[in-house]
Every structure is written in C-alpha cells, then in structure tokens.
C-alpha cells in the first residue's frame, strides 16, 4: 500500500514567517513529488514539482527532496495571509506511472 | 498554459437522474485525465484513469457502470454518474496529463460540486 503521510495541521505561522510543511512516503520507488495549494472549497493548483534530491527553488517556495530519508518538504518564505490554504503532498511511483498518491493535506494559517 | 475546464461548476439533480460533467484541456493535448472525488475534510480520491482512446481504468471500489468514463479525444473527457443517489454528492475534480516536457504534472480542473436531492 502506497501511503503519503502529512501532519493534518493546523499549521500556525504569523505574517512574514517561514512556513515548513513536510510529507514522508512510503515507496521507495517513488520518482515524482508535488505540492498542491489547494484553497476551501476549490480544487487544488500545482505550486512545484521536484524529481531529484536537493532544493528547488520558485520565488518564495522552496521544495526539498530526500529520496534517502523519503521525505520532501515545502517551505514558503515571508509567508502571507493568502498563502493560507490547505497543502497537499503527492507522489507518483515507479517509471511509467502517472497516478498520483496523495497526502491528506497540511492546512496552514498565516496570521496577519 | 496548462487550463483545464470543467462543466458545470454547480449541478442540482434528483435522484434516479443521470449528471454528465465535462473536462477539457484548453491549450494543451491530454494523453491521460483522471476524475477524482473528494467529500468535505477528505483527501482526493482517484476514481479511474481515462487514456484517449480506450476504456478508463477504475479504482477498486468505484462501480464502472455507474461513473461513466468517455474520452473521446485528447481534449475533452466526461464523466457521467448514472442514477445518482444522495450519497453521490460531492466535489467531483478532474485533472489532465500534458504531452511534453513535464509528462508527470498533472493541472486541475475547477471542479463540479454535485448535490442529489
């Protein structure tokens, strides 16, 4: 069973902050790792996309992988209010397999 | 780049009646779509994957004759839910492949929030 795990949240961050969201997965053979912003009620939009280990860099998102530790992590520099939303972890496996394996989501509160 | 549609955004129906939702790729040729579900609080839920061409696969669970996958062309697919109950309100999302450099990235649709009365 392939699994995404995220902290379900609410992350708590004040206006200006980093925030750190982080998901783990469980196969090993994972090749493709995404986040999603997804706002209530809306559907969710790709804000980056990362396949091989290191950092990757979108103005103020970075995202991180460590295919080692199976780990891949979003960090959004001075965080806004509309940056408020629920993030969404997702991962594709092996070669030649383009479904998506979603985390249940962070939802993080950017506090003016 | 990378817009997908969905039609409609909203639909009210009664129970026993079928709901046809559309989902278009506006500037770029779709291989793959994939419809998923998502109910309030929940994570999205893959239903079936649907290849331009062929018949869509379906996840376990997800009854074929009653979610009606069509995908007619690199640009449009549809998803008809036959019959539909109460229980089949919910956030239907579909989501579209591209050709290209990034095979792997998958853009979504609006969304269609379907409510059976």
Known sequence: QKEVEQNSGPLSVPEGAIASLNCTYSD?????????????????????????????????????L???????????RDSQPSDSATYLCAVTSGAGSY?????????????? | GAVVSQHPSRVICKSGTSVKIECR???????????????????????ATSNEGSKATYEQGVEKDKFLINHASLTLSTLTVTSAHPEDSSFYICSARAYGTTPYEQYFGPGTRLTVT
């Open chain 1, 66 to 76: 460590n295919k080692a530790s199976q780990y891949v992590s979003l960090l959004i």
């Open chain 1, 28 to 64: 090993r053979g994972s090749q493709s790792f995404f986040w999603y912003r997804q706002y209530s009620g809306k559907s969710p939009e790709l804000i980056m996309s990362i396949y091989s280990n290191g950092d990757k860099e979108d103005g103020r998102f970075t995202a991180q």
């Open chain 2, 25 to 47: 790729s506006l500037d770029f040729q779709a291989t793959t779509m994939f419809w998923y579900r998502q109910f309030p609080k929940k994570s999205l839920m893959l239903m």
């Open chain 1, 99 to 112: 479904q998506l394996t979603f985390g249940k989501g962070t939802k993080l509160s950017v506090i003016p």
